[in-house]
């Protein structure tokens, strides 16, 4: 695929540069709570804008149901865009009407706007391929050129990722070429002991990255929610812990499966334990105690990996040349479960091998843990894309930027 370097040598001044960006950045009301995404993309348009083009940059922001809602705006995005720039940024106040056509018109060479919320248009995330084909040529009429920059999004089939590139020359950013240069490190050039951390809620997000990594890593190291699926089928009591029953018979295949190949696939020893989901909005005090792994009391749910766990995966980081983490080990929002999560994160640190943190709550926990990002090896921006990589899929946004 062309890279933006390739680009800027051909010249981009007076062009308009269409950036798909990926600014689906949390928000509080209209407070952003973590700007990591912006920040990731800001290189990209930084460097068209001081090449002379008029950038445009658009994104998705949440799930709105194909139309306008102020609450999923990428208003505040733009605000936070323009701050890291040290300059003003425009915003158009809809996806390709009478504002975008305007806004894109008054831009002057070196200028960016952002447009809103693609999402807000049916026809962005439309199944049907003219639907989503009438959307990307709108898009494509308020650009001459295309740069793919929002890694997060690249695992979608949508208009503005997968349709918009075949309308228009197109480029990768410097954030997706990142990216992928990150993960042929964890498929096509690894380096051992690979260890795989895998954490977050629902076990069934991550079974097909499981099977494909039970011939690939050598370590699997397991919490989260998605945990105690694994626990309940080695037999284990899970009280009223979140349980995926249906994928039991599956669990039970894999951790055979992993014993066949040689894969090491460690779960808790002790978990910390309540009978209530902390309140994460007051963050007071918990009621937990700290119990072994089969030992959890019926009327009690497991929140977090216990200490004696802790210093075992640590221990199992240890000798890692390549790690990669994604999904966090319990309840990181409240401080009484985050310790499993901040234990995770400084292993990686004291690891001596290559670290990717796997994006979405991965992330979001290193940041809001108060972590340098700047230590890890790689923070990726896109966790359902880096996974679906991981699973040796092709992704319709990579594909479409393909010569």
């Known amino acids: 695929m062309k890279t933006i370097d390739e680009l800027l040598a051909e010249g981009v001044a007076g062009k308009r540069v269409f950036v798909r960006a ?40 949440g799930r709105p149901k194909g139309a306008p809602d102020p609450a999923f705006s990428l208003a505040p995005a733009a605000a936070r865009l323009g701050e890291l720039l040290g300059a003003d940024v425009a915003f158009a106040t809809d996806t390709v009407g009478e504002s975008a056509r305007a806004t894109v018109a008054g831009l002057a ?22 639907e989503r084909g009438a959307f990307a040529d709108q898009l494509a009429a308020l650009a001459d050129v295309y740069v793919g920059d929002g890694f997060g999004a690249v ?16 480029a990768a950013g410097y954030l997706i070429a990142t990216e992928v240069g990150v993960l042929k490190k964890l498929t096509a050039e690894v380096k051992r002991p690979y260890v795989v951390v895998l954490g977050g809620a629902k076990v069934s997000d991550k079974l097909a990255v499981i099977d494909e990594l039970l011939g690939k890593a ?56 309540s009978s209530e989901f902390p309140d994460l909005k007051t963050k007071a005090p918990a009621d937990f105690e700290t119990v072994d792994a089969d030992k959890i009391p ?18 199992k980081l240890a000798d890692a040349e ?33 670290t990717v943190v796997g994006g979405g709550d991965s992330a979001a926990a290193v940041r809001i843990l108060g972590f340098d990002e700047n230590a890890f090896g790689h923070i990726s921006t896109g966790g359902g894309a880096s996974l679906e990589y991981l699973e040796g899929k ?9 010569d």
């Open 218 to 273: 050598d370590r699997l190291l397991i919490g989260g929610g998605m945990a105690y699926t694994f626990l309940y089928a080695k037999g284990y009591e899970v009280g009223i812990s979140l349980l995926q029953k249906d994928q039991v018979e599956v669990v039970k295949e894999y951790m055979k499966r992993a014993e066949e190949n040689g894969v090491e696939l460690v779960l808790p020893v002790d978990v910390l334990v």
């Open 155 to 170: 695992h979608r089939k949508h208009a503005s990722v997968f349709d918009l590139p075949a309308r228009l020359p197109h």
């Open 322 to 354: 390549t790690v990669f983490w994604n999904g966090p080990l319990g309840v990181f929002e409240h401080p009484d479960y985050a310790n499993g999560t901040k234990a995770i994160a400084q292993a990686l640190l004291d690891s001596p091998g290559f």
């Open 109 to 130: 060479d070196g200028q960016v706007a952002v447009i809103e919320n693609l999402r807000f248009n049916a026809g962005e995330t439309s199944k049907d391929d003219a």
């Open 22 to 61: 990926d600014l689906n950045v949390p928000l509080d009301g209209t407070t952003i709570t973590d700007d990591g995404r912006i920040r990731a993309v800001a290189p990209t348009v930084e460097a068209l804008a001081a090449a002379g083009a008029r950038v445009v940059v658009a994104s998705h922001l």
């Open 298 to 315: 019926s009327t009690k749910e497991g929140l977090d990996i216990g200490p004696r766990t802790r210093e075992l995966y640590a221990s």
């Open 394 to 402: 092709t992704l319709p946004g990579l594909a479409a930027l393909e």
